[in-house]
């Protein structure tokens, strides 16, 4: 039964962030909110909304490895796995400001994840932990992406295909918004609870099981938006979702959630943070090999392999 309602949890927490979507979305085209904000902000936050549920949840119960796992293993399966399909799928070009703004300030972002959540090696404390304090400077952090992301908005080409076109009445919006809510709060309970009776049951870590079945199941929107661009050839709609996310994730999500509740953090999640740094610091060099400023399709095919190397390394580890 707890494997059928981790499944299902997965199901129902990504029918939720697309309800949430929906009703966020209409309500947003009533104050006359634009389609190029709108997916700049309500679809972002949608894609990684599904992550944002399971991290809070898994703090409150103190499941804190799960929630650190959970964006660790989302981040890498979004560069390597996410944008190594989309790029096979259709080599992703991308602008500049992209290359020179974005990608960086998802390097940053691992890194500054990589300082703050090191107090045993930076200040020789007894044991590391993500603080309310360190939440806030990643919110604040995030302010200003979304700032950025804001300004940006006109420049993005086919932004507004990935808006729901639909409009709903002022009352089924909230009703959408509200059942959205609820499926990602009753999805993200049921995949915390089924990943650690699966962690008990197979003698693994919180941890592995964060990295990989729980940061997958909650990467399938970005999964889901990138491929679809990639095969309509909206090559910066399939890799900013990527990055957005990536920046989303460390900034906002592991923001919230060492708000509402610290986050102690396991020096072993070291190797985790160092392969996000990597994954980022690939993606920024293979823009300046082959075609300049393209992930190609054998770039893709690399960051696969990289992927599946990296779920094995995982897995032997425990």
């Not at 947003?28 to 549920?53: H, Q, W, Y």
């Not at 399971?54 to 490895?65: C, D, M, R, W």
Request: a positive charge; one cysteine or more; glycine letters at 10%.
């Amino acid at each position: 039964m707890q494997y059928v309602l981790l499944f299902t949890g997965f199901a129902l927490l990504i029918k939720g962030a697309g309800w949430l979507v929906d009703g966020a979305s209409s309500i947003a085209r009533r104050f006359n909110v634009s389609d190029l904000v709108i997916g700049l902000t309500v679809v972002a936050f949608g894609t990684s909304s599904p992550e944002l549920f399971v991290n809070i949840i898994a703090s409150l119960k103190g499941n804190t490895e799960i929630a650190i796992g959970n964006v660790l293993g989302s981040n890498i399966a979004n560069t390597f796995l996410i944008l190594g399909i989309a790029s096979i799928i259709y080599p992703l070009t991308v602008g500049k400001g992209t290359v020179w703004k974005e990608i960086p300030l998802s390097l940053l972002a691992a890194i500054v994840l990589g300082i703050l959540a090191n107090d045993q090696l930076i200040d020789k404390r007894e044991f590391s932990v993500l603080t309310r304090i360190d939440g806030l400077v990643f919110l604040s952090f995030f302010a200003v992406f979304m700032y950025y992301s804001v300004t940006i908005a006109k420049k993005i080409k086919g932004m507004e295909e990935y808006v729901p076109a639909k409009e709903h009445r002022f009352v089924k919006a909230l009703l959408l918004i509200v059942f959205g809510l609820l499926g990602l709060t009753i999805g993200g309970q049921w995949i915390v609870d089924g990943a650690v009776y699966m962690a008990l049951s197979f003698g693994m870590s919180q941890s592995l099981a964060g990295l990989t079945i729980v940061a997958i199941g909650t990467s399938l929107p970005e999964l889901a938006t990138s491929a679809v661009a990639a095969k309509k050839k909206n090559v910066e709609i399939a890799i900013g979702n990527v990055v957005g996310s990536n920046i989303f994730n460390i900034f906002f999500v592991l923001g919230i959630s060492s708000v509402v509740k610290p986050l102690p953090f396991n020096m072993k999640s070291n190797i985790d943070v160092g392969v996000v740094i990597l994954a980022s610091l690939l993606l920024l060099a293979c823009l300046f090999t082959g075609k300049k400023h393209s992930l190609d399709r054998w770039e893709g095919a690399i960051f696969v392999v990289l992927y599946t190397v990296y779920i094995t390394y995982v897995i032997i580890r425990g």
